[in-house]
């Protein structure tokens, strides 16, 4: 019998006064990401200015949004650290740029 692998558990999201800060895990590797206001409204559709409301639409677009910031950290250079960043930018098409990746 083989045991399962542990599962990984990724921080809940959170506003922190200018962005929502989150986790995915890409290929076993938990990676800290953030979305600023402006993207998450852009891909979201919606204007909401509460925290709680930019929770929400957060939660209702979330597999979106991993989907962008999984291909911004595959493309980012190894020497590049800390939190993948989604901008405005990175949502026009609903995919991160194929270039260069931008980090915060």
Known sequence: MTTPEPK??????????SRVVFEI???GEIVDCA??????????????FAP?????GFGEVR????????????IRPETVSGFVSIWADDVEDG??????A???
């Not at 990984?8 to 006064?17: C, E, Q, S």
């Open 63 to 74: 597999a979106r949004i991993e989907e962008i910031a999984a291909n911004k950290f595959r």
């Open 102 to 104: 931008q980090s915060a």
């Open 8 to 17: 990984l558990v990724l921080a809940k999201p959170r506003w922190d006064g």
């Open 35 to 48: 979305i600023s206001r402006s993207a998450l409204q852009d891909i979201s559709g919606v204007r909401r």
């Open 95 to 100: 995919r991160a740029p194929t270039g260069a």
């Open 25 to 27: 895990d890409v290929d």
């Open 52 to 56: 709680v409301d930019l929770l929400r």
